[in-house]
């Protein structure tokens, strides 16, 4: 098993080729991802366990979720014992390319940046079809300024649950802790929404999500108000903004990056939003501007690349304080 300073060795080397090299087409097209993995056995469990009374429902997500946790834990366990028979440094290489999987630095502002050329390059149906990939309030409601909004959002939002949260694991427990954190979340996409097919099923995973999400929502929120003060973005009002409205969103979690985000540009997020056709109703993430543009998606991509470099340098200087601490 890894172990500290090991996972901050894991996590540095991970984050380094997702960044370079995200995950290859090929790749997925040859074998799938872990996600889909994961979301096939989400979606087994649910069709056989999703049934009869409200308590019943409840009762299987619960179930769910255990028999989810145990066999991810026990495959990346069992995958973390293999790889140290390999010796220490091919062991490090094998599970880093492993924990490479579980991150989405690269495909996040890669579907991010494309909502920004669709619309400058085929308006607003163009920028709807994109947005549409990354969001799921209805995309045929969202005029220019909305489907903006709608992409700094999910950039802030997934930042913190696609990037700094299996960061936050990996660091911790290595890849069982970073599979772990994974197929929580990917439960949660998939069965914790509010709707009458999952309101009990879905409890557990959407309860354990915001769970597993509290500490890497807040580190998130800093790192976009660092990021800020970086890049010559409002940082000061990116940590007013989360101060005075993180707290106020419907997600116990979301709110910290969003409102982060929409403080360091000026801008308001969130809000009331259209969800299958009902109104959603939120608090706004910051006090600024709602016209949102194009070229405010450009500026929350560049606050989000600089806050990911200072994630990396956080983690190799966390790494070097215990190597030193060792010696």
């Known amino acids: 098993m890894v172990h500290p300073p090991d996972t901050l060795a894991l996590l540095a080397i991970a984050l380094g080729i997702e960044a370079a090299l995200g995950y290859p087409d090929a790749l997925y097209r040859a074998i799938g991802h872990p996600v889909t993995w994961i979301g096939r056995l989400i979606a ?20 769910t979720l255990i028999l989810l946790l145990a066999v991810v834990g026990g495959v990346a366990g069992l995958l973390s014992e293999a790889a140290s028979f390999v010796g220490p440094l091919p062991a490090l290489l094998i599970l880093a390319l492993l924990c490479a999987s579980l991150p989405a630095q690269r495909s996040l502002s890669q579907h991010v940046a494309a909502v920004e050329a669709a619309l400058r390059t085929g308006g607003i149906e163009a920028g709807r079809r994109a947005v549409s990939m990354i969001v799921g309030r209805d995309p045929d409601r969202l005029d220019e300024a909305a489907i903006c909004r709608a992409a700094i959002e999910s950039l802030s ?87 005075r409205d993180a707290r106020r969103h419907r997600s116990p979690n979301a709110g910290w990056p969003e409102s982060a985000m929409a403080g360091a540009l000026g801008l308001k997020l969130a809000g009331p939003r259209i969800y299958d056709g009902a109104l959603v109703p939120d608090a706004h993430m910051g006090d600024g501007r709602a016209e949102a543009t194009p070229g405010d998606i450009g500026r929350a991509l560049a606050l989000y690349h600089t806050a990911c470099l200072i994630q990396g340098g956080l983690v190799v200087g966390l790494l070097a304080l215990v190597l030193a601490a060792r010696l």
């Open 157 to 243: 939002e997934n930042f913190s649950d696609g990037i700094v949260a299996p960061a936050f694991w990996i660091g911790a427990f290595g890849l069982p802790g970073g599979a772990l954190y994974k197929a929580a979340n990917t439960a949660d996409s998939m069965i914790g929404h509010r709707t009458p097919r999952y309101a009990a099923f879905g409890w557990a995973a959407a309860r354990f999500d915001d769970l597993v999400n509290l500490p890497a929502s807040r580190l998130a929120g800093l790192l976009i108000a660092g990021a800020a003060f970086l890049h010559g973005a409002d940082g000061r009002g990116a940590l007013r903004a989360m101060a």
């Open 44 to 63: 087994a469990l649910e069709r056989r366990l999703n049934r009869g009374s409200d308590r019943r429902r409840r009762l299987g997500g619960v179930l």
